[in-house]
């Protein structure tokens, strides 16, 4: 079975350009989670969707994140503009139900250098 | 929501057994505990989880202290696959779905 598929795998850009990450969930599963990754934070939750629905972005740093999910098998994670700051490892993953006792699955993720 | 504490690191020699730790004094009666790790430049993997009751998969096993404020993760012979950074992180039954995931166990491997 085919897992989380993140792409691109890696992104190099200048400051001030719109970045895009892309996320192709487990099939049949109805939860989907954005996380970020870097060395003075480690790993943080951005948002999270029920059935395509965001549920929680609390997590999301400033307006310049956004995050859509227009079906159940994509999603979306939209920089504009860019810094530099956002450079990090970007994650996707997802569960079925979201219940307690299920486990995430989470990509490969997306490593992002903004220059 | 519910912290945990991990040591920074541990070293463990191959084919050896390794106990990893995890303090979690604050957990609810409804907080599954999960394990995760993840080595160099991949995303986290599941490794195990559990409530009340030891655990056994084909990766590790997870005892549970009977009071549940901690936990240990086992490997049985640390291969040097097994170096990564392993995390402990409790998971509520409901309202949020969140992972909080904290610094976790670099466990280094020697040959």
């Known amino acids: 079975d085919a897992g989380v598929i993140q792409s691109p795998r890696h992104e190099v850009t200048e400051m001030g350009q719109e970045v895009t990450l892309r996320c192709k969930p487990i099939?049949?599963?109805?939860?989907l989670f954005w996380y970020r990754q870097t060395m003075m934070r480690g790993l943080e939750l951005l948002i999270y969707?029920?059935?395509?629905?965001?549920?929680?972005d609390s997590g999301m740093p400033e307006d310049r994140f956004s995050a859509k999910m227009p079906n159940a098998s994509f999603s979306t994670l939209k920089i504009q503009p860019s810094e530099p700051r956002d450079s990090a490892v970007y994650f996707c993953?997802?569960?079925?139900?979201?219940?307690?006792?299920?486990?995430?699955?989470f990509g490969d993720g997306t490593r992002l250098s903004i220059l | 929501d519910a912290k945990t504490t991990q040591p920074n690191s541990m070293e463990s020699n191959e084919e050896e057994p390794v106990h990893l730790p995890c303090n979690h004094s604050?957990?609810?009666?409804?907080?599954?505990i999960h394990w995760y790790r993840q080595l160099p430049s991949q995303g986290p993997e599941y490794v195990i989880h559990?409530?009340?009751s030891n655990v056994n998969n084909r990766m590790a096993s997870l005892a549970i202290a009977e009071d549940r404020k901690s936990s240990t993760l086992i490997l049985h012979r640390a291969t040097l696959r097994d170096a990564a950074v392993y995390y402990c992180?409790?998971?509520?039954?409901?309202?949020?779905?969140?992972?909080?995931f904290g610094t976790g166990t670099r466990l280094k491997v020697l040959a």
């Open positions: 993953a997802s569960s079925f139900l979201g219940l307690g006792n299920q486990p995430q699955h």
């Open positions: 099939s049949g599963h109805d939860y």
């Open positions: 969707f029920n059935n395509n629905v965001p549920i929680d």
């Open positions: 604050t957990i609810s009666g409804t907080d599954y």
């Open positions: 559990g409530l009340t």
């Open positions: 992180i409790l998971r509520a039954t409901s309202g949020t779905y969140k992972y909080i």
